[in-house]
């Protein structure tokens, strides 16, 4: 199986920028989706963005513009790069994985088809 371990979460003001990035040991990255998702306060968690194992990628419609998903097969490691965050980004940011071995092209949104998860990552932004 693989393990998560996001990082780069932090507190910021509104219009900064941070990357968040989520090193996978045990396993490589080339045979996973990858996803983040984000939970609020008092909310449910939510998609933010996915990348395939062909590298093609999606993003939620809050974020699209603003946020890039990007993999490192070198690393083992998922970004995800946050430019331009409002208030309303303030949450605890996941990254997730799923086995993809016959699924190369699919960019996975819904976060009940992932198989593993990080502890996930504070990220907070003030007005």
């Known amino acids: 199986q693989v393990q998560l371990v996001e990082s780069g979460g932090g507190l910021v003001q509104a219009g900064d920028s941070l990357r968040l990035s989520c090193a996978a040991s045990g396993r490589t990255i080339s045979n996973y989706a990858m996803g983040w998702f984000r939970q609020a306060p008092g909310k449910e968690r939510e998609f933010v963005a996915a990348?395939?194992?062909?590298?093609?990628?999606g993003h939620a419609d809050s974020v699209k513009g603003r946020f890039t998903i990007a993999r490192d097969y070198a690393k083992n490691t998922v970004y995800l790069q946050m430019n331009s965050l409002k208030p309303e980004d303030t949450a605890v940011y996941y990254c997730?994985?799923?086995?993809?071995?016959?699924?190369?092209?699919?960019?996975?949104?819904?976060?009940?088809?992932?198989?593993?998860w990080g502890q996930g990552t504070q990220v907070t932004v003030s007005s």
């Open positions: 990348i395939s194992r062909s590298g093609g990628a």
């Open positions: 997730a994985a799923k086995s993809a071995h016959f699924s190369y092209s699919i960019v996975y949104t819904n976060s009940r088809d992932y198989d593993y």
